[in-house]
């Protein structure tokens, strides 16, 4: 019994050297000095372009309702959308980006929360804030990947989306800004 401890251990290293040297490589793309391979960078615009697509012209009357009745009358917005379960980084990086772009374009933003709400919490007291409670505009325009970014217009409805992504990606970024010029 005693002799076959070390055979026993000599295949459990062999397998360990073995399975350590064969990692596949992976094509990196350098995105602000972010490493981000680029099969998720590929899967992740393509999401996006998917979800823009899908959205594009939907309009939301229970939107329009909201906006009005937290005196948001500019016809032309741009909302972060998020939902309750969204980590707190994202959605910091959400209002990162959306004050970067309002200040950028002048354009007046929006913060609608869909789904339960945290009576304390902190972007309740910001300016420009809307609670969707009931999912409403959810059903309307239909599943939204939060956080994101939505150009709308009230009447022609959603010109543009743009997913928050976990890593910088300063292109997609600068796309959706340029449409906001349009």
Request: proline fraction near 3%.
């Amino acid at each position: 019994m005693r002799t076959t401890y070390p055979y026993i251990l000599l295949i459990i290293l062999l397998f360990t050297f073995n399975s350590c040297n064969t990692k596949e490589a992976v094509d990196v793309v350098e995105e602000d000095d972010q490493a981000v391979p680029q099969e998720m960078l590929s899967s992740f615009r393509s999401k996006n372009a998917k979800v823009k697509n899908l959205l594009k012209g939907k309009t939301s009357l229970n939107l329009n309702d909201l906006l009005e009745k937290n005196e948001i009358t500019d016809s032309k917005i741009i909302i972060l959308y998020y939902s309750s379960i969204d980590c707190s980084s994202c959605i910091e990086t959400g209002l990162d980006l959306l004050s970067r772009v309002e200040k950028v374009n002048q354009i007046e933003s929006a913060i609608v929360l869909s789904g339960v709400y945290y009576e304390n919490g902190p972007l309740s007291m910001m300016s420009g804030f809307i609670h969707d409670e009931t999912a409403e505009i959810q059903t309307e325009l239909g599943y939204i990947l939060t956080p994101s970014l939505l150009f709308y217009d009230k009447e022609d409805g959603i010109l543009n989306f743009y997913m928050i992504p976990t890593f910088k990606d300063e292109k997609g970024l600068n796309d959706f800004e340029k449409s906001l010029a349009n």
